[in-house]
């Protein structure tokens, strides 16, 4: 198994919803990562975990919520967001001591 | 910051070689370079990377100034399947065992048939 997995494709929410996106991988990657991409934009990085521990925040508003309960999966917990916050959600994991990211298709969400 | 400047958009011919330009002259003696590339409704593609000296691999070369203020991606033989937005990375140490890639604009590549 070679690739990231992320569930769901598309997900729609209101502005009082609580939703929690899905990102797997079965490559005995230690370190996982939550990607932010805007239309047209780049990629922006929001959290990185290593050795399932919270290794980075981008200064993310406390909406976005990670988890990584085990060295596999890593969850994205979302509540109260703004219409601002519709983008392509992206994880990615990489090897230890490599950082080569194999990026998921992501999750495009659309807040209303 | 990035800090890594591509040209907006370029165009190639299929079966033609391709150079993608990027400068990066702030760069730190420990920053890698790394390119990565998104093809329409997929997430991003890991191509290829280096510090200092030139690379090869199956999808591309990478040539890197004497510098190492600017570098060239070079798709040997571009297909209709390399159309995608390329992107020219910093690889920043940011601790620990932790790396931080910071995405610049990219370059987006038409291949016309």
């Known amino acids: 198994d070679t690739e990231v997995t992320q569930t769901p494709k598309h997900l729609v929410m209101g502005m009082t919803n609580k939703k929690s996106l899905k990102c797997e991988q079965h490559?005995?990657?230690?370190?996982m990562y939550w990607y932010k991409q805007k239309a047209k934009k780049p990629p922006e990085l929001m959290f990185v975990?290593?050795?399932?521990?919270?290794?980075i925040n981008e200064s993310v508003p406390s909406r976005f919520s990670p988890e990584c309960p085990n060295s596999s999966l890593l969850n994205l917990h979302l509540h109260a967001l703004q219409p601002e916050d519709s983008a392509l959600y992206l994880c990615?994991?990489?090897?230890?001591?490599?950082?080569?990211?194999?990026f998921g298709p992501g999750t495009r969400l659309t807040v209303l | 910051d990035a800090k890594t400047t591509q040209p907006n958009s370029m165009e190639s011919n299929e079966e033609e070689p391709v150079h993608l330009p990027c400068n990066h002259s702030?760069?730190?003696?420990?920053?890698?370079i790394h390119w990565y590339r998104q093809l329409p409704s997929q997430g991003p593609e890991y191509v290829i990377h280096?510090?200092?000296s030139n690379v090869n691999n199956r999808m591309a070369s990478l040539a890197i100034a004497e510098d190492r203020k600017s570098s060239t991606l070079i798709l040997h033989r571009a297909t209709l399947r390399d159309a995608a937005v390329y992107y020219c990375?910093?690889?920043?140490?940011?601790?620990?065992?932790?790396?931080?890639?910071?995405f610049g604009k990219g370059t987006l590549l038409t291949v016309n048939p």
């Open positions: 990615a994991s990489s090897p230890a001591r490599t950082d080569t990211q194999y």
């Open positions: 490559m005995g990657h230690r370190a």
């Open positions: 975990y290593s050795y399932e521990k919270l290794s």
């Open positions: 702030t760069i730190s003696g420990t920053d890698y």
């Open positions: 280096g510090l200092t």
């Open positions: 990375i910093r690889r920043r140490w940011s601790g620990g065992s932790n790396y931080k890639l910071t």
